[in-house]
C-alpha cells in the first residue's frame, strides 16, 4: 500500500501544477506554458496509472472496489479523455477548467477517512468472477487477477462519468465565453474558442460518456442478478444512476431532435453533472444500500 500511496503524492502535485500551467496558459497566451501543461497532463497520467497499477499489485484485484480506488479511475479516465480532445482539437484553454477539476478530485480521494485507503479483503459480493476468464487464467496462476462482472460495470461507468465531466466543464466555459462575446470581451478569454465550438465540444463529451454509462448500468444488472439473485432492487445507487441516465438521455435527445442548442444545453449538461456527484458521494454517504461498501 506504502508505494500506490507514493505515486499517489506525486499525482495530487501534478495535477496541481499541471492546473496552474494551463490556468497560465489561458491567461497570458504563452506557447511554451501550454506546451508544459500538456506535458505534465502526460506525466501526471502515467502517475495516475501507477497509482492503479501499484494498487492491483497489493490488493490482489482490479483497483476498483471503494470509493478512493474508484476515485483514482474517474481521474485517470477524465485525464486520458481530455488529452484525447486536446490532441484532436488543439484547445489548450480548455484544459484549465478540466485540471482544476481534476485538481478537486485529487483533493477529494486525498481527504478520504483512512479506511478507504487501506487495502481490505473484498466484500464477499466483488468477488464474482466470469467462470471461463478464471478457467482460462488458472494454469498461469492468475485466476486472482480475472475480471469479474463487477470490474467491467465499473470501469465502463467511471469512463462515462469522465465523458460528464469534460462535458460539464466546458458547460461552464460556454456560459462564461457566450457572456463575455455577448459583452464584445477581450483579453484572457479570446484564448478559448468560440461559445458555438465549446457548445459542440461538450456535446460529444456527452455523446461519447452516455454509452458507457449505460454498458455500465446494464453490467451492474448482470453482475447484481449473479452477486445478490436479482437484476434490480431499487437500491438507492440504482435508482439514482437511472435517474442519471435520464438526465442524459433527455439531453441527447432535446439535442437531435429538438435542436437544442446553447445555454439550455449547457444548463441541462451542468444539471446532469449534479446528479453525477450526488450519485457518487451523496448516495454513498447519505443514502447506503446495497451498495454501502462502495
Known amino acids: 500500500m506504502i508505494l500506490s500511496l507514493v505515486f499517489f503524492t506525486f499525482s495530487f502535485a501534478f495535477y496541481l501544477i499541471t492546473a496552474l500551467l494551463y490556468t497560465g496558459f ?24 501507477m497509482v492503479l497499477v501499484t494498487r492491483a499489485g ?18 485517470w479516465a477524465t485525464n486520458a479523455g481530455y488529452l484525447l480532445m486536446e490532441f484532436k482539437h488543439k484547445f489548450k484553454a480548455i484544459g484549465a477548467i478540466v485540471m482544476i477539476l481534476e485538481f478537486l478530485a485529487m483533493l477529494s480521494a486525498s481527504l478520504l477517512p483512512y479506511r478507504f485507503k487501506s487495502v481490505e479483503p473484498l466484500n464477499p459480493a466483488l468477488q464474482n468472477k ?30 462515462g462519468y469522465a465523458g460528464f465531466a469534460i462535458a460539464f466543464g466546458l458547460s461552464i466555459l460556454f456560459i462564461i465565453k457566450e457572456r463575455s462575446e455577448l459583452r464584445s470581451g477581450s483579453g484572457f478569454m479570446n484564448a478559448l ?48 444512476s437511472l435517474i442519471t441516465w435520464f438526465i442524459y438521455a433527455a439531453y441527447l435527445h432535446a439535442r437531435v431532435t429538438r435542436g437544442w442548442r446553447g445555454r439550455r444545453a449547457a444548463y441541462l449538461s451542468i444539471a446532469g453533472f449534479l446528479a453525477v456527484i450526488f450519485l457518487y458521494w451523496g448516495v454513498s454517504f447519505i443514502l447506503p444500500g446495497l451498495h454501502a461498501y462502495a
Not at 497570458?28 to 502517475?47: D, E, I, Y
Not at 469479474?148 to 461507468?157: A, R
Open 193 to 240: 474558442p468560440g461559445a458555438d465550438i465549446i457548445d459542440e465540444l461538450s456535446y460529444r463529451a456527452i455523446a461519447w460518456g452516455f454509452p458507457f454509462l449505460s454498458v455500465g448500468i446494464v453490467s451492474g444488472a448482470v453482475w447484481a442478478n449473479y452477486a445478490w439473485g436479482s437484476y434490480w432492487s431499487w437500491d438507492p445507487k440504482e435508482t439514482w
Open 58 to 75: 497489493e490488493s490482489g484485484h482490479a483497483p476498483f472496489s471503494n470509493l478512493y480506488e474508484s476515485m483514482v479511475l474517474f481521474i
Open 130 to 159: 466470469w467462470h471461463w476468464m478464471m478457467d482460462m487464467l488458472s494454469p498461469m496462476g492468475l485466476q486472482n487477477y480475472a475480471i469479474g462482472w463487477l470490474d467491467f460495470h465499473v470501469f465502463t461507468t467511471f469512463v
Open 26 to 49: 489561458w491567461i497570458f497566451k504563452k506557447k511554451w506554458l501550454g506546451q508544459t501543461a500538456t506535458a505534465m497532463a502526460f506525466v501526471a497520467l502515467m502517475s495516475t496509472t
